[in-house]
């Protein structure tokens, strides 16, 4: 099940101005995440999914290690890959693992709200992003702020799929993580999101 779409910006407050500009809804200021040297900004796209605008964080000194996602060498916005919620993350690691694929290293992290509030889950990250971005990345939230519920609302997922060059290397991942994502053949890998927003039908990719 969808958490959320990552859409990865060189930079955020331009990304958000565009974004305000395309869709008619501001996403609303998320928080840092200290150590990583990323900040972002999120839009509800229904009761339960969200899209994260990520992109450096000008305040923080630069990370010891690469940023995520490709921030460092992007020259233009992407939407980079999604997110699946988890709810029990060990065990879904386990089990992808004894089938041959693994979707990496569980990991805590943490970030904090403009107001103070602490933010916490877990991830499997891998060391890079499987399929090309179309296989998700697993998340396990331990908060009751879920992103969700507390950001900018007034657009919403109409649909999502896929692109890629060989969809059958993909389609066998997601079957094994329990999931579906229609993959359409395409020159390049790409994830395509199509919203439904106060200005229309808008698709980010």
């Not at 992407?78 to 993350?89: F, G, I, Q, S, Y």
Request: glycine share 8%.
């Amino acid at each position: 099940m969808l958490d959320h779409l990552v859409y990865a910006v060189p930079d955020v407050d331009a990304a958000v101005d565009a974004l305000a500009d395309r869709l008619g809804v501001r996403p609303t200021p998320g928080g840092k995440h200290p150590g990583i040297g990323t900040r972002n900004a999120l839009l509800s796209l229904s009761d339960d999914a969200y899209l994260e605008v990520i992109g450096p964080d000008p305040d923080q000194p630069p990370p010891t290690h690469p940023r995520p996602f490709g921030i460092d060498q992007l020259t233009a916005p992407r939407l980079v890959t999604w997110l699946a919620k988890a709810h029990d993350l060990e065990r879904q690691v386990q089990q992808l693992r004894a089938k041959g694929y693994d979707p990496g290293v569980i990991t805590a992290m943490s970030r904090e709200l403009p107001d103070g509030t602490r933010l916490a889950w877990r991830l499997a990250l891998p060391p890079q992003l499987l399929g090309d971005g179309l296989v998700p990345i697993l998340i396990e939230w331990h908060t009751d702020l879920h992103p969700a519920k507390t950001s900018a609302r007034g657009c919403r997922l109409e649909a999502l799929y896929g692109e890629h060059p060989r969809p059958d290397t993909i389609r066998p991942i997601l079957a094994a993580m329990g999931l579906t994502l229609d993959i359409r053949q395409g020159p390049t890998p790409a994830l395509v999101a199509i919203l439904d927003t106060p200005k229309g039908h808008v698709t980010l990719r």
